[in-house]
């Protein structure tokens, strides 16, 4: 099963077999060089968080720390990276190549009032909805906070409205349909009712459909051929996919923030399956939100079930609107073979402003390995 197959069937609502994540760790095993480039970088974490995999453990390497420090080619590097980087939680140097601010900064100074973010110089026959399509979904967490943000997807959006067809599809072809349609459910737009992307009664998912081979073995990436393509499937299943999660409720495609992300952990959230994590961490506050002005005090019980002492560190940060870290405090504890032991760490909170308190929990302060899922309580 490829990456991309990976993220399409867990996205898509279905469990991946229990071996998904060691053949895919295998697969990267041989495919990643020194000289790798950002994509690679990008879509390997994808690809790893959708498998429960950690990103910033890859057989010893650390795959976010050389997606921050790989220098992009185009603008499709530069929104697969901020895709990425907003995947998860992840710590960013200040001093990285790629920062979340950065590439958020490169991605708005490409937008053309002509095209949108359609580099004809690079996909000169899917520019308007692959370019603007994935932009669109790197730049949609931004969308409601950062009004040049809103600005430029806005007219970004009345370009691909312009230039739609009239079966509902993208540049004649599939994968421009797809992409654009992940687009638009990362914005919170329901392709098939936004009266802007109706076309003579055809929508996006439409335009979409067409391209279905005759034995519905996949999807074409033009009308006139007959056999599917496999990157079309790909980028075809993941439209569904991030249609069915809009409809759902359910977190984007390229969304892991609410995922069950401890490290190598394919059982979603079987009982059977702690026994196998290297901790168990669990949050004893009895609190749904902090209080501005006063102290975030967090308590995290950690079991050690491995047969050596492992260390612990619990990370509290405090992230503003634009969830920018502005403080955080960090504990540190060694943990004993078979015992349990109270971690605790305290917060000093602003008088005002817009905050969440995110809880993070890696291995040690140098590695950084993420050991359990996030915990964000928000601040009012």
Known sequence: MTGWNILNVKKGGYKLPKETLDNLNKHIKDFIK????????????????????????????????????TNASDIYSEAFALITLNASTFY???????????????????????????????????????????????????????????????????????????????????????????????????????????????????????????DANGFKWKVDEVVANPMSTDQGLRALAAYKNLVDGSEGVYSFKNANSEEGNTNDGDEDGKENQILILENLNNVNEFKLGENAKVQIRGTNNTESEK??????????????????????????????????????????????????????INDMNSISKEIIIPVK
């Open 92 to 214: 960013i140097s200040d001093n990285s190549i790629n920062t979340k601010e950065s590439l958020l900064e490169a991605l708005v100074e490409k937008f053309n009032n002509e095209t949108g973010w359609g580099d004809a110089s690079i996909l000169k026959d899917r520019t308007l909805g692959d370019g603007n399509g994935m932009v669109i979904s790197a730049l949609a967490p931004y969308y409601n906070t950062e009004d040049y943000v809103k600005t430029n997807i806005d007219k970004a959006l009345d370009i691909l409205s312009k230039g739609q067809g009239k079966d509902g599809d993208f540049d004649n072809n599939s994968n421009s349909t797809a992409m654009v349609i992940i687009g638009l459910c990362d914005l919170g737009i329901d392709p098939t009712k936004d009266e802007r992307f109706i076309k003579n009664g055809k929508n996006p998912i439409d335009g979409l459909l067409k391209y279905i081979t005759e």
């Open 311 to 364: 260390e612990a560190t619990i990370i509290v940060g405090l992230f503003n609107e634009n969830n920018k870290l502005e403080n955080h405090v960090a504990v540190t504890s060694k943990i004993q073979s078979k015992e349990s032991k109270m971690l605790t760490a305290s917060l000093k909170l602003p008088d005002k402003g817009s905050y969440n308190v995110k809880i993070l929990s890696w291995d040690n």
């Open 34 to 69: 020194d000289n790798s480039t950002l994509k690679d970088y990008s879509r390997e974490s994808l690809h790893l968080l959708a498998a429960g995999g950690n990103p910033t453990n890859v057989n010893g390497i650390n795959f976010i720390e050389r997606l921050c420090n």
